[in-house]
């Protein structure tokens, strides 16, 4: 029995040990993906507001778990858009100040989400606002993932974030 029990526990190590890349942790988190579903999205727009719907998904191929904070749903990422050589933030949602249970995303998993923008456009009192005054152009997203949550660990932050480098997602552009 005892020999069997060894071949098994060998051939357990031998398997994981070749499956270990897949998944094995990193330091800046660049098994994370995000991507959005689409390189196009057209805008809605009328005297006061635009509208769009972006689907995006992140994909955790680090080894260890992603988490989002949430508040009545998962905080959604910053829109920003690209003005010269630099990125600007173009919108970003009004989130309720709450905290539930993270969204929590394992390693080899992916998170689907339908990010919705009603942005009022510049020049009235609505809010949220579209930051930016030409809406046409290349954005992309930035999302706050974090690496661990300890909400409760004394330090101004929910947890430790995964680097902004690899919080955002492919470029995308917007038109109406």
């Given at each position: ?83 010269g ?32 923008i ?16 030409e ?29 902004r ?12």
């Open positions: 029995m005892r020999p069997i029990l060894f071949a098994s526990a060998a051939l357990g190590a031998a398997l994981l040990g070749g499956c270990a890349g897949l998944t094995s942790p990193d330091e800046d988190g660049s098994g994370l993906v995000i991507r959005t579903d689409q390189a196009e999205y057209t805008v809605s727009r009328d005297a006061q507001f635009v509208r769009t719907t972006v689907g995006v998904t992140l994909t955790n191929g680090t080894g260890g778990p992603a988490y989002f904070a949430t508040c009545h749903g998962v905080h959604p990422p910053v829109l920003e858009k690209r003005v050589d630099r990125w600007v933030t173009a919108y970003a949602a009004t989130v309720l100040l709450c905290l539930g249970p993270p969204e929590v995303v394992e390693p080899g998993e992916t998170f689907p989400y339908t990010f919705r009603s942005a009022a456009l510049p020049g009235n009192n609505y809010h949220p606002k579209f930051l930016v005054d809406v046409p152009g290349t954005y992309r997203l930035s999302w706050t993932v974090y690496r661990t949550w300890e909400p409760d660990g004394g330090g101004p932050d929910l947890g430790e974030q995964f680097p480098a690899v919080t955002v997602s492919n470029e995308f552009t917007l038109r109406e």
